[in-house]
């Protein structure tokens, strides 16, 4: 299995709160993805990272934002967390830009109440 | 229009028989395009990968490519019941990876 890594893998937050996610990579991966999974939606992507500091944006980023200040750690926040944002995600790692397959974490289950 | 569509589904099909389950894109500069497979409350694992047009066969999964037309597909041969789960079709889109909302897949013993 690839070494990636979610922590939490749940949590339930109140609306309005932050709330950071965080994806730890062991392989040396410079792609590092984030998405959500709502039933009826797939995985949509919300942001995504080619490299340290190097960031961009996906289909769903509104109310998000995120960082990497090193290769292993890509981090997702909620800013203001509200029950739009109930959701499973999933962080994914990959080796070369689309041309290799993405692994995926564990997912983490987050609860907006 | 979404980048990526499937046919939602349910797909049931009856054990030993071929299931089809195709993927369309809207971006014609797409290169390579996945296949993952995803039990309920599980990630998504990689079955194929295929960056040419034509048939890519691997065991009892065959992608199908077709840039022309834009539609990728994945036939399961010899369809067990351990093969039910959602399948997801990703394409890779300027870097990024862009996946369908899923087709969930049913076999019947």
């Known amino acids: 299995d690839a070494g990636i890594t979610q922590s939490p893998r749940h949590k339930v937050t109140e609306t309005g709160t932050p709330v950071t996610l965080r994806c730890h990579q062991t392989e040396n991966h410079r792609y590092m993805y984030w998405y959500r999974q709502d039933p009826g939606h797939g995985l949509r992507l919300i942001h995504y990272?080619?490299?340290?500091?190097?960031?961009d944006k996906g289909e769903v980023s509104d109310g998000y934002s995120v960082s990497r200040s090193k290769t292993e750690d890509f981090l997702l926040t909620l800013e203001s967390a509200t029950s739009s944002q109930t959701s499973v995600y999933f962080c994914a790692i990959s080796e070369r830009q689309g041309t290799t397959e993405a692994f995926f974490g564990q997912g983490t289950r987050l609860t907006v109440v | 229009q979404k980048e990526v569509e499937q046919n939602s589904g349910p797909l049931s099909v009856p054990e030993g028989a071929i299931a089809s389950l195709n993927c369309t894109y809207s971006?014609?500069?797409?290169?390579?395009f996945f296949w993952y497979r995803q039990y309920s409350g599980k990630s998504p694992e990689l079955i194929m990968f295929?960056?040419?047009?034509g048939d890519k066969e691997d065991g009892r999964f065959t992608a199908q490519l077709n840039k022309a037309s834009q539609y990728v597909s994945l036939l399961i041969r010899d369809s067990q019941p351990s093969d039910s789960a959602t399948y997801l079709c990703a394409v890779n889109q300027g870097g990024k990876l862009i996946f369908g909302q899923g087709t969930e897949l049913s076999v019947k013993p």
């Open positions: 971006d014609r500069g797409s290169q390579s």
């Open positions: 295929i960056y040419s047009n």
């Open positions: 990272s080619y490299g340290v500091k190097d960031t």
